[in-house]
Nanobody
Framework: QVQLVESGGGLVQAGGSVRLSCVAS????????MGWLRQAPGKEREVVAV????????NYVDSVKGRCTISRDNVKNTVDLQMNSVQPEDTAVYYC???????????????????WGQGTQVTVSS
């Protein structure tokens, strides 16, 4: 019954910014860690940013570290990803995902996420 809906994707110019948002429903959002993941054409899905259930622990994949910010609002049941200085290599379908177990830590593996949104396309032009 968990549903995740992403929004905010689109065509952006290299060097610009994009803000992705995910709204969760049908579950106990605040009890689960969340992640933003992406899949680029011809590549495997990868974890981009992770945040624990309270929002106190955050981490990012090296390729986006320093230019991305993940945040969550456990009242609104949302998790956002702010991406700055985007590059063509960031072009991908971006997904928000929810952990399958209630835990306090972080999950860096795709297999750790049980619920997925439909994805939102981010295309970065040169």
């Amino acid at each position: 019954q968990v549903q995740l809906v992403e929004s905010g994707g689109g065509l952006v110019q290299a060097g610009g910014s994009v803000r992705l948002s995910c709204v969760a429903s049908g579950g106990t959002f605040s009890r689960y860690g969340m992640g933003w993941l992406r899949q680029a054409p011809g590549k495997e899905r990868e974890v981009v940013a992770v945040i624990n259930r309270s929002g106190s622990i955050i981490n990012y994949v090296d390729s986006v570290k320093g230019r991305c910010t993940i945040s969550r609002d456990n009242v609104k049941n949302t998790v956002d990803l702010q991406m700055n200085s985007v590059q063509p290599e960031d072009t991908a379908v971006y997904y928000c995902a929810q952990r399958g177990v209630m835990t306090y830590g972080l999950a860096y593996s795709v297999r750790d996420y049980a619920y997925w949104g439909q994805g939102t396309q981010v295309t970065v032009s040169s």
